[in-house]
C-alpha cells in the first residue's frame, strides 16, 4: 500500500461512486471510508466493492471531535477526499442546525485532525474538501459562476457549505494545510435519494404519484452526471493546484420544468406507455422560500488546466440513470420505507 485515503461520506450518492473509482482505479491505496450512515447513507451502494482487501469501512460521525482523532490516529491517512455533508436544501429550511453540526463543526473537526496526524509536516499530504455551487448564491438570466465569482450564499445549506469552504482555505492560509477545493453543480446518477428532483420524480412516476414542481417550474440547475463528478475529484485531488478551488458543471442547463418533462419523455418510453403518460402527474406546488433562480458554472478552467470534460450527454446519462432506477427497484423501495414516508408527507402533504 503506498497510500492511505481516508473518504469521508463514501456510503452516500456522491461519495458511494468516488470510493468505487478509487478502489478500483487504485489498487495500490488503502482506501478507508468514514461514513456515520445517516438517512442517506446505504452500505448498498457499495456492495460490489466491500470485499476488496483495500478497502475499509468505518462507521464514525464527524460531528464526534475526538473520534476523528481516533480515526486518524488508527489509520493514518496521507490524503482526505472529505464529502459527508447534510445535502438538501429543503431539509436545511426545516432544521438548520443539523447542518450546523455536520457541514460546519464535522469539516473543523476533520481539518483538526488533519493538522494534528500531520503535525505539520504536509509533504505529500492533501486535503479535498467537496463542495457545491451554491455558495455562489443566484444568478439571473445571464452569467456563469467563475472560481472568483464572490460567496453570497441564500439556503442554511449553501451558508453551511460556504463556511466550511472559508474554514477549509483559512486553514491552508493559517497553518498551510495542503487543500484543494471543488464546487460542482446539480449531480444525478445511480444511487441518489429520492428526496432531490430527478430521483424523487422516478419514484413518483413509477407509484402513479404526482412530480411536484415548486413555483412556476423556471427554476435552472445544470445538471452533471455523477460518475463524471468522481471523475473530476480524483484529477483534482491528484493534480489540482495546492490552495486552488476548480468549478465543475455539466454545461448542462435546463429548467426544471423542462427537465421533468424530458424525464418523463424518456420513462413512457422505455415502459412502452403512450407518449404524455407520466406528464400529467406534474402538479405546481408552493415554492421553496429562498429559492435560488439560476446555477450555472463555468468550468473552464479545470477543463483548461486538468483536461477535464464532462464524458456523458445529458441524453446518454438521463437514460443509465433511469435504466438503473427501473433495474433496481428494491433499492428504491428499501429507501423510500421507514423515515422516508415521514419526511415525503411533512414536505408536501402539509
Ligand atoms: P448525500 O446526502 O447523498 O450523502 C452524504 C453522506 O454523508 C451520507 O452517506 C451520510 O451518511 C454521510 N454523513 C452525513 N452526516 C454525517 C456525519 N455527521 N458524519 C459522517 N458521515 C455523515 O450527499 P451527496 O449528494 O452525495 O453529496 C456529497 C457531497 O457533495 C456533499 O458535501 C455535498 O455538499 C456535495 N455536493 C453535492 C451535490 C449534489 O448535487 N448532490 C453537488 C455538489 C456538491
Ligand atoms: P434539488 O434536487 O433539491 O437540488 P438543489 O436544491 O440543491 O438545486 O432541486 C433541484 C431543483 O428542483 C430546485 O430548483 C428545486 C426544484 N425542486 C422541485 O421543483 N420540486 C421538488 O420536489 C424538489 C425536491 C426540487
Redesign the pocket.
Same mark, same amino acid.
Given at each position: 500500500m503506498n497510500k492511505t485515503i481516508l473518504i469521508?461520506?463514501?456510503?452516500?450518492?456522491?461519495?458511494?461512486h468516488v470510493v468505487r473509482n478509487f478502489v478500483t482505479k487504485y489498487p495500490d491505496y488503502h482506501i478507508v471510508n468514514?461514513?456515520?450512515?445517516?438517512?442517506?447513507?446505504?452500505l448498498e451502494n457499495l456492495r460490489d466493492i466491500e470485499e476488496k482487501p483495500h478497502y475499509t469501512f468505518v462507521k464514525?460521525?464527524?460531528?464526534?471531535a475526538l473520534d476523528m482523532f481516533r480515526v486518524f490516529e488508527q489509520y493514518k491517512p496521507d490524503g482526505v477526499i @472529505?464529502?459527508?455533508?447534510?445535502? @438538501?436544501v429543503d431539509r436545511s429550511i426545516a432544521d438548520p442546525t443539523a447542518f450546523v453540526?455536520? /457541514?460546519v463543526i464535522?469539516t473543523v473537526n476533520l481539518l483538526n485532525a488533519a493538522r494534528q496526524i500531520w503535525k505539520d509536516d504536509f509533504i505529500g499530504k492533501r486535503f479535498h474538501h467537496?463542495?457545491?455551487?451554491?455558495v455562489f448564491g443566484a444568478l439571473g438570466a445571464e452569467g456563469l459562476f467563475t472560481e472568483e465569482t464572490s460567496y453570497d450564499p441564500h439556503s442554511p445549506?449553501s451558508a453551511s457549505?460556504a463556511s466550511s469552504d472559508h474554514f477549509v482555505r483559512a486553514y491552508h492560509d493559517t497553518y498551510g494545510l495542503p487543500i484543494v477545493l471543488?464546487?460542482?453543480? /446539480? /449531480?444525478?446518477g445511480p /444511487? @441518489?435519494?429520492p428526496e432531490?428532483l430527478i430521483p424523487l420524480c422516478i419514484h413518483n412516476i413509477l407509484n402513479s404519484q404526482p412530480l411536484p414542481i415548486y413555483g412556476d417550474g423556471k427554476y435552472t440547475r445544470d445538471w452533471?452526471f455523477?460518475i463524471d463528478?468522481a471523475t473530476a475529484i480524483d484529477l483534482v485531488f491528484h493534480e489540482g493546484k495546492n490552495g486552488e478551488s476548480y468549478n465543475?458543471g455539466g454545461f448542462n442547463e435546463w429548467q426544471n420544468i423542462d427537465l421533468v418533462k424530458e424525464l418523463c419523455k424518456q420513462v413512457d418510453e422505455k415502459l412502452g406507455r403512450p407518449a404524455g403518460t407520466a406528464e400529467q402527474l406534474i402538479t405546481f406546488v408552493k415554492d421553496r422560500p429562498g429559492h435560488d433562480l439560476r446555477y450555472a458554472i463555468d468550468a473552464s478552467k479545470i477543463n483548461k488546466e486538468l483536461g477535464w470534460y464532462p464524458s456523458v450527454t445529458f441524453e446518454e446519462g438521463l437514460s443509465k440513470t433511469i435504466d438503473w432506477f427501473l433495474n433496481n427497484k428494491e433499492w428504491l423501495e428499501s429507501v423510500t420505507s421507514g423515515d422516508y414516508q415521514k419526511y415525503y408527507d411533512k414536505q408536501y402533504k402539509d
Open positions: 469521508t461520506g463514501g456510503a452516500g450518492f456522491i461519495g458511494s468514514l461514513d456515520a450512515l445517516t438517512y442517506a447513507g446505504n464514525a460521525d464527524i460531528t464526534d @472529505h464529502l459527508a455533508a447534510e445535502s @438538501h453540526m455536520t /457541514n464535522g467537496v463542495s457545491t455551487d451554491e445549506y457549505k471543488t464546487n460542482c453543480s /446539480n /449531480n444525478y /444511487n @441518489h435519494f432531490k452533471l455523477v463528478h465543475v
